[in-house]
């Protein structure tokens, strides 16, 4: 995108960028600032999932105001929902958008780039390990990281399809005939899920890419939780509570027991 020198953008915005996840899921913001009139968003620090947005600026143009989106993410979490009153928000983008006075139009993230390849229907794409120096967060009691006996259900329950296996070299070997593509440049894996008709995966960044894509059908194995979050206290979208503002309505949610929990299904129906 060719973008001239003088042009000027009303908001700069930072984004995360040691985690995927924590930055790609704002991906939405500048077409739903652009859409209410708010202009483009200058990208400060080019980050890469915004390579393909129409709606951003890229330095060395100005802005009015500037937004640290990894501290509005820490510290402005916990606000009344204000549209409406209700107890959950729809979407990330939501939950964003209604901090800054901004109509959600777009919901989910986006990358643009990919979105009109065609699905290959017998590919599944999987991901068995998030961010292993991320601390236990509250309610938490394991990582979010895929058992043996995860994986074993996953082999056999789609063994009639190519399964890829995408993310870091050193996340926990998925094997069981899958394709092993770890370790690709992160715009290889975006086209790997793009084009895939099922991702399966822990809760982590590559998740958040498969969000950028409504056809894939996502299917989270979150083994984090015990069971008695999982009846008594999970609420996807929360409005009260941060963590749980992550687990998009359209996320597949899977526990680690023999059982379905609350909102979350058994790991044996993944």
């Known amino acids: 995108m060719n973008v001239k020198a003088s042009e000027h953008c009303h908001y700069g915005m930072y984004f995360r960028e040691d985690k995927i996840g924590d930055g790609l899921i704002y991906s939405s913001c500048p077409e739903n600032f652009y859409n209410a009139g708010k202009g483009k968003i200058l990208d400060i620090k080019s980050a890469w999932f915004l390579d393909h947005n129409p709606y951003v600026c890229r330095p060395p143009v100005t802005s009015l ?146 969000l950028c894509y409504p056809r894939t059908q996502i299917r989270c194995y979150e083994p984090q939780f015990p069971a008695m979050i999982w009846e008594n206290f999970y609420i996807p979208m929360d409005s009260k509570f941060p963590h749980n503002q992550w687990k998009d309505w359209g996320i597949k949610i899977f526990n680690r027991y023999e059982v379905d929990l609350g909102v979350s299904y058994s790991y044996l129906k993944i």
């Open 65 to 210: 105001q500037q937004i640290d989106m990894q501290k509005f993410a820490d510290h402005t979490t916990f606000f009344p929902y204000g549209r409406s009153g209700l107890p959950c928000f729809l979407s990330v983008a939501d939950r964003f958008n209604t901090k800054f006075g901004v109509p959600t139009r777009l919901r989910h993230p986006r990358l643009y780039k990919y979105e009109d390849l065609p699905k290959i229907p017998n590919k599944v794409v999987v991901h068995t390990t998030g961010d292993r120096n991320e601390p236990i967060a509250l309610y938490e009691d394991s990582g979010a990281l895929m058992n043996s006996e995860a994986m074993d259900v996953i082999a056999e329950n789609y063994k009639q399809y190519d399964i890829i296996q995408i993310g870091g070299k050193d996340d926990i070997p998925f094997d069981r005939g899958s394709v092993d593509k770890r370790g690709l440049p992160i715009w290889d894996s975006v086209k790997e899920i793009a084009e895939a008709a099922i991702f399966i995966g822990v809760d982590s960044g590559p998740m958040n890419i498969a």
